[in-house]
């Protein structure tokens, strides 16, 4: 009844295995994003304390 109910259950189906995986690629780049920022911001630091 439910899958008479959505006729391209299928369709819906794909769209969202399609943006989970666009979500996990997006987790992925701003995590190696802001790794490097926090990688970068103390060495910043210490160049200036020696100063």
Known sequence: ???EAIANFDS???VAIG???VG???VMVYERASAKS?????AAADRDDKR
Request: proline residues 6%.
């Open 24 to 26: 996990l690629f997006a």
């Open 1 to 3: 009844m439910i899958g």
């Open 38 to 42: 926090r990688q970068q911001q103390p």
């Open 12 to 14: 819906y189906i794909g």
């Open 19 to 21: 943006l989970f995986v």
